[in-house]
């Protein structure tokens, strides 16, 4: 089975991903992945630490002249700002942060909880995503993650080409398919910053080239969107996950819910064996499985919970009401949150590929899904 773990603090030595179950023989490049955590970094209305930081990942292990063993493969991302003994603990805990519930559940100082329920440990969920994600290229599967809403400003996302969604978010400050748009985002963002406040926002991930049969509907804890909606909700600030339609589904009638099926002998030699649909309400998923049509992931991100005009909190030792605590932050990190669900996301997908199709090899990969295509395609 394709997993992978992660370890350390956000101002500890380094960030670590082991990645476990990735076929042996798949060539790594490890340039695409520091592009990843580069973008991870960018987007306007990020902080101070980005200007500290530049993440590039090491490879440690797992890897033999750029190709995989099949054994574990471990990313480290070093953390420049490391500084972690030298910081003094906080005094008084921060609404939205796990500060007073991590420090009363492990009856501990608030810094052994900010350090590591911090967001910084994402820079490495980005790494093992994309390194996860070269296996998919193989496949012709690609996946693309994009704003399409922030601080309450509407982005919809737009048709076309997932090499012509990219260039256009790659135009775009804020990370979204509308770069024509981003003054007016950055005019919000701008305002909430002079007013100490933060934003959020609404990211969208698509995912295309996907077969039929990623993912069960035989146990529940096997389904497909229940596991891509749990690897989005375990983003840090992230309150919500919806899946095509997602909410918008309860409020129709199921004849404008469910997906007509239709028949185009033209696309008999593509992953959806020449079955399509006039829509894609359902998200690309049915019963926990791929339906060979595009995936379409949303994740609500809350705004961030450190304030530079703090909100009321109390002293933990005095228990007098005080502002809660400060830490360096950003002002909007909706950009970030759009690339670091593309990548959990993308790891989901790699996940139930190497589950269906197995994982000992590429090349027995690629034979396997050769196999599946061609017997589907007989029926």
Not at 10 to 33: F, N, Q, R, W, Y
Not at 298 to 323: F, G, H, Q, Y
Request: net charge neutral.
């Amino acid at each position: 089975m394709l997993r992978y773990s992660t370890a350390g603090e956000s101002h500890g030595k380094t960030l670590i991903a082991l990645v476990d179950g990735l076929p042996a023989g798949m060539p790594v490049d490890v340039a695409p992945i520091n592009a990843e955590l580069a973008r991870r970094q960018g987007g306007y209305g990020r902080g101070g630490r980005q200007r500290i930081e530049t993440d590039t990942v090491d490879i440690l292990s797992g890897i033999w002249r750029g190709e995989t063993l099949g054994s574990p493969i471990a990313l480290a991302v070093k953390n420049r700002d490391y500084k972690l003994e030298r910081l003094d603990d906080l005094p008084r805990p921060r609404p939205g942060h796990g500060d007073l519930t991590g420090a009363i559940k492990y009856l501990s100082s608030i810094r052994g909880v900010l350090e590591r329920a911090s967001a910084r440990e994402t820079a490495v969920r980005v790494a093992a995503g994309a390194l996860a994600g070269q296996l998919l290229t193989h496949f012709d599967i690609q996946a693309l993650g994009y704003v399409v809403e922030l601080g309450g400003e509407s982005i919809p996302s737009v048709d076309g080409t997932i090499a012509q969604l990219r260039a256009l978010r790659d135009q775009s400050e804020v990370y979204s398919l509308r770069p024509d748009r981003d003054d007016a985002v950055k005019k919000r963002i701008d305002l909430a910053g002079k007013d100490g406040d933060t934003l959020g926002g609404v990211v969208e991930v698509r995912v295309v080239g996907l077969p039929f049969g990623l993912g069960t509907h035989a146990q529940w804890d096997r389904k497909l969107d229940g596991r891509i909606a749990q690897a989005v909700m375990a983003v840090q600030a992230i309150k919500g996950v919806e899946i095509g339609l997602g909410f918008e589904a309860a409020r129709r009638v199921g004849s404008q819910v469910h997906d007509p099926i239709q028949y185009d002998a033209t696309q008999r030699g593509q992953p959806s064996l020449g079955f399509v649909r006039p829509t894609n309400n359902a998200g690309g998923l049915e019963a926990g499985m791929t339906n060979g049509q595009p995936l379409i992931v949303r994740a609500a991100k809350k705004p961030i919970s450190t304030l530079a005009k703090p909100l009321e909190s109390i002293n933990l030792d005095t228990k007098e009401p005080e502002k809660a605590s400060y830490e360096r932050s950003d002002v909007c990190a909706v950009p970030a949150a759009s690339v670091i669900v593309e990548h959990v996301v993308a790891f989901e997908i790699a996940r139930a590929f190497v589950e269906k199709f197995g994982g000992d090899s590429l090349e027995e990969t690629k034979a396997r899904y050769a196999l599946f295509l061609q017997m589907a395609g007989a029926r």
